[in-house]
């Protein structure tokens, strides 16, 4: 199986590609309104395909 490309799209989102399959994914909502509590907790990003 083929290693996923990735092409960053800027503001920290991105979208991965593997053949036919595809996810863009982007910062939480929760991140943006908390950025200095994620050394403690890091927020994970929201994905959702294409």
Known sequence: M???TEELRGD???????GLQC???EPSRAGELDPFNAAV?????????C
Do not use: C, L, M, N
């Open 12 to 18: 920290g989102r991105a979208r991965y590609r593997r």
């Open 2 to 4: 083929a290693a996923p």
């Open 23 to 25: 996810a863009d994914v």
């Open 41 to 49: 907790s890091p927020k994970p990003k929201a994905a959702k395909p």
